[in-house]
């Protein structure tokens, strides 16, 4: 299995309160990608990195931020949480040897439920 | 613009009998072709993929998936089932020359085996 932890895996917070999600791999992989997984749309693209401080937007970017300052972190932060934003969210790494057929690397998930 | 579609939401079946997951895909420019699968709160884990050459493709646990261009579709099929098999099942898109290598996923379809 690759390396990569999210963490927490649970959260519950308010509406309003900014929250931040981390992503950690021990892979060394180039690329990582934050997702969100809701019932009936499967899993949709919110941010990805394709290196240190290189980052750009997925599908559903609104309201979230992300940051990279370490190959080996990634994390995606809610500046003010809304009901909306209540999903299980998906990090993935991507090694890129092999340019768009790559593989993608999940990891377990995080819960967040906001109230 | 790019988009997947899984024709069945909800797949019941019986242990030992055939499974076929449909998926269909609509894209103007060539694509790689993805099935992961999601057992009971964990991440997604990659099935088989289609990349080039033979239209049929093998991946783990005995399943396979054909590539029709003409139809645009990628369905996923095991010739008999396993109660393990109950799981998610994501069939997914990438532009070949997408550099992101952002995954467009379909809604999932969820695959119950039953004894």
């Known amino acids: 299995d690759a390396g990569i932890t999210q963490s927490p895996r649970h959260k519950v917070t308010e509406t309003g309160t900014p929250v931040t999600l981390r992503c950690h791999q021990t892979?060394?992989?180039?690329?990582m990608y934050w997702y969100r997984q809701d019932p009936g749309h499967g899993l949709r693209l919110i941010h990805y990195?394709?290196?240190?401080?290189?980052?750009d937007k997925g599908e559903v970017s609104d309201g979230y931020s992300v940051s990279r300052s370490k190959t080996e972190d990634f994390l995606l932060t809610l500046e003010s949480a809304t009901s909306s934003q209540t999903s299980v969210y998906f990090c993935?790494?991507?090694?890129?040897?092999?340019?768009?057929?790559?593989?993608?690397?999940f990891g377990p998930g995080t819960r967040l439920t906001v109230l | 613009a790019q988009s997947v579609t899984q024709l069945d939401s909800q797949v019941p079946v019986f242990e030992e009998a055939p499974v076929e997951l449909r998926c269909n895909y609509s894209?103007?420019?060539?694509?790689?072709l993805f099935w992961y699968v999601q057992y009971p709160n964990q991440g997604l884990q990659l099935l088989l993929k289609y990349l080039s050459g033979s239209t049929l493709v093998k991946g783990i646990n005995g399943f396979e998936a054909e590539f029709n261009k003409s139809q645009t579709s990628f369905h996923l099929r095991k010739p008999s089932v396993h109660i393990s098999d109950t799981a998610e099942y994501f069939c997914?898109?990438?532009?070949?020359?997408?550099?992101?290598?952002?995954?467009?996923f379909g809604q999932g379809t969820e695959l119950s085996v039953k004894p």
């Open positions: 990195s394709y290196g240190v401080k290189d980052t």
């Open positions: 997914a898109v990438n532009l070949r020359d997408n550099q992101g290598g952002k995954l467009i």
């Open positions: 892979e060394n992989h180039r690329y």
């Open positions: 993935a790494i991507s090694p890129r040897t092999s340019g768009a057929g790559d593989t993608q690397y």
């Open positions: 894209s103007s420019v060539s694509v790689y």
